[in-house]
Each structure stands twice: as structure tokens, then as C-alpha cells.
């Protein structure tokens, strides 16, 4: 649930919520760097990050337990 996490926001990078579980990582230029997903393990939940190339790809950058730390390696 997106109410229940505090969304990370930095002078230059804000994620924006795209549904339960999915932000979509802006910069405050307005472009898409990528996005964070929470996944569900039975150790407890997980953010996904990936980042998108200047190809449209994406490319996963790691799997981590802090949605800030997911949201620190698009800085």
C-alpha cells in the first residue's frame, strides 16, 4: 500500500506513485529514470530497482530491504 510507506523525495529525484507497489523514479528535470517495484518474500518486502536506458531498456540494478536505499542508486 503506497499510504503506508513514506515516499522518498531528494532535491533532485521524487517517485511517483503508478499503482500498489510501483513508483516510477522522476527527476526534477521531469525524466524518467526508472522505476522501484516492492516484491513480497517471505523474509519481508523488498524493492526492486531498475533503471531505464536511453534505449527504453531497463536494465535491474539490485534488489534491496529500505525503499531508500532502492531510491539511493538513481542519484
Known amino acids: 500500500m503506497v499510504s503506508s510507506l513514506t ?3 531528494t532535491s533532485t529525484i521524487t517517485l511517483v ?3 500498489t507497489g ?3 523514479v522522476t527527476h526534477r528535470s521531469g ?3 526508472g ?3 516492492r516484491r513480497s518474500d517471505p523474509a519481508g518486502d ?3 530497482a531498475r533503471r531505464l536506458t ?3 531498456r531497463t536494465i535491474d540494478v539490485g534488489t534491496f530491504w529500505r ?3 532502492a531510491t539511493d542508486c538513481f542519484r
Do not use: Q
Request: glycine share 0%.
Open 7 to 9: 515516499l522518498a523525495r
Open 17 to 19: 506513485p503508478v499503482r
Open 22 to 24: 510501483l513508483w516510477r
Open 31 to 33: 525524466s524518467v529514470l
Open 35 to 37: 522505476h522501484i517495484e
Open 46 to 48: 523488498s524493492f526492486a
Open 54 to 56: 536511453a534505449t527504453s
Open 67 to 69: 525503499l531508500d536505499d
